[in-house]
């Protein structure tokens, strides 16, 4: 960036008005008068001060200081020229340019502004611009314009630590800012338009952020942090040029050029740029066929387990894949695979002690042909997995050994497996589960680890006690109960095995429920939901840094354009939730359907999920979810990028979905919502 003897602390100069010069006090004040050079200016309309600024209309200070100022109306630009200096403002917006290419530029806490129908633009700053000095005479109540004085220099500027002027970003880069505390924000503009996104944020100016560069937003950049103290006041760094060229190469690790890969390794890409996801690719030269290994994201590993089979030379490469879909691949890196044979037993470890049934898995790097279980050198079971049902009759110690049968009549044993068995008798019931919800009549059986002759299912109070006898027979014969009413019941079992002992079951509580229920209903119209789902992000992007594009992929997502929000299953009230979270919220919770299993048997049961007064209410409470909880630390460390924060928001466990990051950044991608993270500076 060019500097000049006088520019360089203009940046902050409309800053240190605030200080010298007092905003009107309440009521009616003294006309504000401009002094230049010891003569008092006859404005029309007069000087005003807002947010504590002495604003001028367009011309007639700078006309009189011998400065040219031309008015664009086509692009609202105010360009004002005095010798060799220059400056151009535009309407509304903080950026202002001192050369005509804004390669040196600056930044405007008060921005140029239309008062009735005539152009203000701030005296303090363009008259330091055109090399002169403002002060404030307070007894006067006048800005003091003296042409042959030099600007008064900022004191305690904002600046962006460890950022020279021209810096070329190619990787990942730490920011911090000095001179101001508060929360920060960090934005990335091009000079020829003012428009740009947030590149990191935080709540602590004095700490790092990280930036890391985006190739679809390379090229000469304007580099600003903006500091919010507690009292709300924003402060404006000068603007840094840089030139962002990411480092496009994309470095494969875990494994290098000419290993011998006989086992499984871990591999990953170490990456200087934003990518959506990594795909790994090994190619066989001497067939030309290939086979995707897996697709991860940035950051995150995959798993290389040849097979038998997949022997000899081979070339493993990983391709990364930028917003835009341009993809960028490591070299080709040569390496021979040699897989030793792997069998392998899971499930089951010498020493254990077994208190219930396991089940055991046997597989390995090729096909087998078949397995055999032993117990006690005894033919037990054929087959790749098996589920070894105890009963207390196993108790003691056994020993399990594998066999395992390929092709070419070759056998293979796993094992022995010491084990002890300690299971205590048993019994069970299915038909219903715990918290389930059922309409309707009910089938009971039952089952047992040890011999039952006759089982009673019995209808019991909170406290156990017995209200009801609902039927009797042999456990796998199915007795039938229908709740008289809706309500509260329990059930339990009691068994009476072939030698007289007494087996009960737990208590499973369950309600029953005859009458409507409602489902997720539209909380708005399908095709004003982007519209309503922009307006309420882009505010608390521009507040927290967090994505409005994450944020609004994330509501398509999870409510399906806003066609399937949570309601009350019961009461029909609507959640106005739209992100999917539970809990309780601000107006309480509504119970809506998700997936329990019990005793193998999945069901559905009633769980709670946050309930808001409005969908507004809703937005601010997700993000501060995202933002105020440790767990979601990994997301608050990418805020500001989309892509980024859709692989955290998986890594912090929002979904379960192992492809949910994919997902948002389809939609993301599909519905061009990168664009509701651009600003105006």
Known sequence: MRSRPGLAAVAGLSMLLSSIMPAAPAGAAAPVRVILDGRVLALDPAPTIINGRTMVPLRGVFEAMGATVTWNGQNRTVEVARGDRYARLTLDRHLACLDRTCVTAASLDTTPTLVGDRTYIPLRFVASAMGVKVSWDEQRRAAVVETD?????????????????????????????????????????DPATGTGRMVAAGPDASAAYTFTPDPTNAGT?????????????????????????????????????????????????????????????????????????????????????????????????????????????????????????????SGIADGDVLTHG?????????????????????????????DWNLTPADNGP???????????????????????????????????????????????????????????????????????????????????????????????????????????????????????????????????????????????????????????????????????????KYTGQVSYNMFGIKGTGPAGSVISNTWEEYNGVAYRVDDSFRAYHSIEESWRDHADFLLLRSRYAPV???????VLGAWALRQAGYATDSQYPLKLIDIMNRYDLWKLDEITF
């Open 149 to 189: 004085k030099p600007p008064v220099p900022d004191v305690a500027p904002l600046t962006i630590s460890g950022i020279a002027a021209g810096q070329v970003i190619t990787a990942p880069t730490p920011l911090t800012v000095s001179g101001a505390a508060g929360s920060v924000q960090y934005y990335l503009l």
């Open 636 to 642: 608050q460390a990418v805020r500001t990028e989309p």
């Open 358 to 386: 396991i089940s055991i898995r046997t597989s390995g790097n090729y096909p087998i042909e078949g397995v055999q279980y032993l117990v006690d050198d005894r033919h037990y079971a054929w087959g790749y997995n098996l």
């Open 221 to 345: 950049r304007l580099l600003v942090a903006a500091v919010r103290d507690s009292a709300g006041t924003v402060r404006y760094s000068d603007p840094v040029q840089v030139l962002v060229a990411p480092d496009t190469n994309v470095q494969l690790t875990g494994v290098a050029y000419g290993d011998v890969i006989t086992q499984p390794v871990t591999i990953s890409a170490k990456l200087n740029f934003v990518a959506t996801q990594v795909t790994y690719t090994l190619y066989d030269p001497a067939t030309g066929t290939q086979e995707k290994i897996g697709t991860a994201g940035p950051g995150e590993s995959v798993t290389l387990d040849p097979q038998v089979g997949q022997t000899g030379l081979r070339m493993l490469v990983a391709t990364a894949r930028d917003k835009a879909g341009k993809e960028y691949s490591s070299s080709l890196l040569f390496v021979t695979l040699q897989p030793a044979v792997r069998r392998y037993v």
């Open 398 to 568: 056994h020993t399990l050994r594998v066999k395992i049968y390929d092709k070419d009549g070759t056998i293979t044993e796993m094992g022995p497996y010491h084990v002890t068995v300690n299971v205590k008798p048993g019994l069970w019931t299915s038909g219903v589960g715990p918290g389930q919800v059922v309409s309707g009549p009910i089938t009971l059986k039952s089952w047992s680890n040890v011999t039952v002759t006759s089982v009673e299912y019995q209808l019991v109070d909170d406290a156990g006690n017995l209200l009801a006898v609902i039927g009797k027979g042999a456990p796998s014969a199915a007795v039938t109960f229908t709740p008289k009413a809706a309500g509260s019941y329990a059930i339990r079992t009691v068994g009476t095995t072939a030698d007289g002992q007494t087996l009960t079951t737990p208590v499973i509580k369950f309600k029953a429920y005859f009458g409507k229920t409602y489902s997720p209903q539209p909380v708005v119209a399908k095709d004003a939901f982007l519209d309503l789902a922009s307006r309420l992000a882009q505010p608390l992007y521009r507040e927290t840094g967090l994505s409005a594009a994450l944020q609004v992929a994330q509501a398509i997502l999870e409510t399906g354009w806003g066609q399937s929000a949570p309601v009350d």
